[in-house]
């Protein structure tokens, strides 16, 4: 065997002993990237979840105006018929007593209605600090998926602890979402 021959064979192990070095990088590089698509995905359901639950409130709100200018509408037409002169009293008393009592359902109607359109719109507001957390932890799970690569480029060490802490921190936002009531 030559010399050369040796010093190849020396080198050829010297780069199969580095690579193993950096099989902890690539799996930590793995593991962050199916966490990029989890909270990814979580993030988008939760974008739409807000959405929806925005529609639903605007569709409620639309409900309780409707009601609250039927009611508007109703005392006035109470209130014509009873400045107005009509000839049969006993059917215009019977006509108001009919639309006092489609008043006092209304109310209750609208007071349901009203604190539904509330909750809704506290639900969108819970949707949208959860979609916040997942984007941050999206995004900082992404930066230390770059920051642990450049890992495999520089041959440093310190990029995979860098990238590991964003990782964390990442982390630690998704799961910041389970605290959020």
Known sequence: MEPNEAQELQEQAEHIEHEKSLRPVAFTMSLVAVLVA???????????????????ATDMWGEYQ????????????????ELLPITDKDAAKKDVDD?????????????????EARALEAEVKMAEA????????????????????????????????????????GIVSAASVLLLK
């Open 66 to 81: 409707a009601q609250n200018i039927r009611s508007y509408s109703t005392d006035l037409n109470i209130n014509l018929m």
């Open 38 to 56: 989890v909270t990814t995905v979580l993030g988008h359901r939760t974008h739409t979840e807000a959405v929806l639950d925005q529609n639903k």
């Open 99 to 115: 639309y006092h009592k489609r008043q006092a359902g209304w109310a209750d109607k609208m007071t349901e209605e009203f604190k």
């Open 130 to 169: 959860r979609a916040v957390r997942f984007d941050l932890a999206e995004a900082l799970l992404e930066i230390g998926l770059v920051i642990t690569s450049v890992t495999l480029l520089t041959r440093v060490r310190l990029y995979w602890y860098l990238g590991i802490v964003f990782s964390i921190a």
